[in-house]
Nanobody, 126 residues
Framework: QVQLVESGGGSVQSGGSLRLSCAAS????????TAWFRQASGQAREGVAV??????ATLADSVQGRFTISQDNAKITYLQMNSLKPEDTDIYYC?????????????????????WGQGTQVTVSS
């Protein structure tokens, strides 16, 4: 059973930084795409970034130049968030899917992801 556990959320002032971590366990193969999504109350869940085992990453336009996604060999995926804005305030979720190709125009569709973490709150104050 795949489990994803997020950590690193919190409160920060506008312009600040946070790093989220997603620890994965239970993978039965090495071909997974790991992504970060975010969701505000009453809003649709939005894809933020995804990374494959080859290190290739795709980021949403809204976070390009401010967020980066990375992964280490211990199956921990990070989302480094810099220059945070109040509109980045959301619950951030880690998600994973089994796939060989993690890039492409539809890679951040929520329907493609099989496994989800519980989420971690990020609050950015102005």
């Amino acid at each position: 059973q795949v489990q994803l556990v997020e950590s690193g959320g919190g409160s920060v002032q506008s312009g600040g930084s946070l790093r989220l971590s997603c620890a994965a366990s239970g993978y039965v193969s090495s071909n997974y795409c790991t992504a970060w999504f975010r969701q505000a109350s009453g809003q649709a869940r939005e894809g933020v970034a995804v990374i494959g085992n080859d290190g290739r990453a795709t980021l949403a336009d809204s976070v390009q130049g401010r967020f980066t996604i990375s992964q280490d060999n211990a199956k921990i995926t990070y989302l480094q968030m810099n220059s945070l804005k109040p509109e980045d305030t959301d619950i951030y979720y880690c998600a994973a899917r089994r796939d060989y190709v993690c890039s492409g125009p539809y890679t951040l569709l929520t329907s493609r992801y099989e496994y989800w973490g519980q989420g971690t709150q990020v609050t950015v104050s102005s």
